[in-house]
């Protein structure tokens, strides 16, 4: 029973808005610029859910940033949107730590969570007359730009947990990538390891990229190794890691991870 609108544009909607007298418009996950009649729309304006704990992380893509970044806290903001990116005053904020384990999708499913409840607070304090949006601090501010698929390559060469991070916030779209003796395969999960775990990671020769051990399938980093959990071969589906290393027949002490 709710009348749904399907515009091209935002800004093809603004007569349809203004009849139906809204006080306030909440915008979630809309990825593009709204225009001022837009903005102007409704008395209270518009609300944005911004997954970040701003200013830190404004854009397209702050969770991927987030884990990218190896950050151990983030959460979720709502905002009067203006007409900066991100840069609108914040009525609330929820901090939510993120976790070892944590990728995108999950971390996004967990703000969400959050962000729900956050949004019903906003409106309810902005409906009672009891909530005020208070101006970002120009200290601290970092943007979130959009993941390419070309900087989800794999660099071994990299610290442990820059790859690790890399491979979590890439995790589902648009998946971090390596190729195995010129064959191009997504890394979907992996773990960091410590040394002592595998001694082959011990030995002074594991370059970058080498395979430590096949089972389970543990590769050397810049300055350690991560145990690859899952990995999906082009054109085919999303397999163990260890499973692929048998019917490949990766070979101990090689450099094969590039």
């Not at 940033?65 to 950050?71: K, L, N």
């Not at 009891?130 to 501010?141: E, H, I, M, R, T």
């Not at 990671?201 to 959990?229: K, N």
């Amino acid at each position: 029973g709710i009348e749904v609108f399907q515009p091209a544009k935002a800004g093809d909607c603004v007569a349809d808005l203004h009849r139906l007298g809204l006080d306030v418009v909440v915008v979630v996950a809309y990825g593009g610029w709204l225009p001022p009649p837009v903005l102007r729309v409704a008395p209270h304006g518009c609300v944005n859910l911004h997954p970040s704990l701003l200013p830190r992380w404004r854009g397209a893509a702050p969770i991927e940033r987030a884990i990218m970044a190896g950050d151990t806290t983030t959460g979720v903001a709502t905002m009067a949107i203006d007409e900066g990116l991100d840069t609108g005053p914040v009525y609330l904020v929820v901090e939510v730590p993120i976790g070892a384990d944590d990728n995108a999708l999950s971390l996004s499913e967990r703000l969400g969570d959050k962000g729900a409840d956050l949004v019903l607070a906003t409106l309810d304090g902005i409906e009672r007359g009891s909530l005020s949006a208070v101006a970002q601090p120009p200290d601290g501010v970092t943007y979130a730009e959009k993941l390419r698929a070309d900087e989800c390559r794999i660099d071994w060469a990299s610290s442990t947990s820059t790859t690790d991070g890399l491979i979590r916030g890439a995790n589902p779209r648009p998946g971090a990538w390596t190729e195995i003796d010129g064959r191009r395969i997504k890394v979907w999960s992996a773990r960091p390891v410590d040394q002592p775990e595998v001694p082959a990671a011990r030995d002074a020769g594991a370059a970058p990229g080498t395979v430590v051990s096949t089972d389970p399938l543990v590769v050397a980093t810049g300055d350690g190794a991560l145990e690859v959990l899952s990995v999906q071969p082009d054109g085919r589906s999303p397999m163990s890691a260890a499973d692929y290393a048998r019917g490949h027949r990766l070979e101990l002490g090689r450099v094969q991870f590039a």
